[in-house]
């Protein structure tokens, strides 16, 4: 059953870049690739980003006001973004799109004609019958919702932010370059959406969830491949400059990493798969936040409610902005982080943009503020960067409260290199220069 998401409080999405799949050997600032690796452009979107940057105090800075969020029902502060592009059909049908990166779903969609209520989008619509590779999901598919009266395979989903969708299913080809395609991808045809916020330029999503029938899914499934993606996130601040995704055998080594075990492995609901991980616990500056009779980790499971819908638990998802915690342990962290900055002679003050702010930062300051570590199986340990972001003279932490869920954000990942190995069910984590993964021009 899917959480009702509709009172979880969210933050403005991180969005990953897929500028193109790329095979490393065949991009200009590429690497050399292994057999069955894959490395996709990370570029950030500079219109989103252009109002922050990262000083070479590694601290992250707001350089004017930004209150308008991708999550529209949602008030709150602007996260990292970052656009994606992927290329769909072949002939005359083959079109590059910016989609959505999203984790919490297994389902890639975009819009295609006919729409009933377009979205403005760069370039336009997807037009399947325009695609030789365009090939009708069968109507009896266990992905369909339902037995239909019509000939095809319909879908509908409701996204984290609740952005409804719904179309019907294809089998296309996604592109990556000429030497690099994945065959029959499952994608939705979306012909009537509500609430999905394109900002002009995006097609739809990308769903990078665990389950059928993500990329990630079809790689291992269906062509026997390498079922690891990883990714290395660095801030805003280099227009000219880009990350990598990378996939299978160009996911770095693991050893010297630690790892955490992916949870509910066995979903199956594409709407909803997200990369769930046991948190059992949070400490600031080294002391665990604590509850009677140790309920703290009640307070981060995941748990059935009287209507079957499920409820809590936490995820690590590069889609979010930045964290979310569930509110009894927000409201915890916030008082163990207030605690530990007034000994910095740093009055709480009230954001306009982030509710959690502290007057007078300098740079003397900034290397006594606290770490957060996020017990796991192994511990992940957040330091100020990843915590604080300034705005003018104010150090403004980056955790706001949900009602339903706890969410490990982009700002959280900022230099920390993540593999997701879906076939062992863990992800692997390790602190990361991430400019030091880039390419592009200086």
Known sequence: MKPDTRAIILLPLM???????????AADNGRPCRSEGLSLRLVPNTGWNSTMHVDRDGFLHLDEAATTTLRPHIRGPRGLTYSVATTV???????????????????????CVPIARPFTQVPPPFNPLASPSFRRVSRVSTLCNGPSTRKECEFRATRLDGARVSGVLVNETVAFTDDAEVHGVVIGCA?????????????????????????????LHQHGQDGRFSYCLSGPGHP?????????ADVPATGHMRSTKILYVRMTDPEFSPYHVGL???????????????RIKELFQRRKLHDGRWSNGCVIDPGTGMTVMIKPAYDLLVHAV??????LGLPKVEGNQYPVCFRGATRAAFEHLPTVTLHLDNDLVLRPQQLFVLVHQDACLTVMPSEHITIIGAMQQVNTRFVYDVAA??????????????????
């Not at 002939?91 to 590059?96: E, I, K, P």
């Not at 207030?338 to 000994?343: G, I």
Request: with cysteine.
């Open 15 to 25: 969005l990953i870049s897929l500028v193109t799949f790329l095979h490393p050997a």
């Open 89 to 111: 059909g072949t002939g005359h049908g083959r079109r590059t799109y910016d989609l959505e990166l999203d984790t919490a779903s297994s389902l890639t969609w975009m819009q």
């Open 191 to 219: 012909h009537t959406t509500t609430g999905f916020h394109s900002h002009e330029v995006l097609a739809g999503v990308l769903g990078l969830g665990k389950q059928r029938p993500s990329l990630i899914w079809t790689r």
């Open 240 to 248: 000219n400059r880009h990350g990598f995704l990378q996939f299978g």
């Open 280 to 294: 059992t616990g949070v400490s600031v500056a080294g002391l665990p936040l604590s509850l009677p009779h140790g």
């Open 338 to 343: 207030e605690e530990r900055v007034r000994r």
């Open 425 to 442: 069910g863990r992800i692997h984590f390790a602190h990361e220069d991430c400019h030091g993964d880039m390419g592009g021009q200086n």
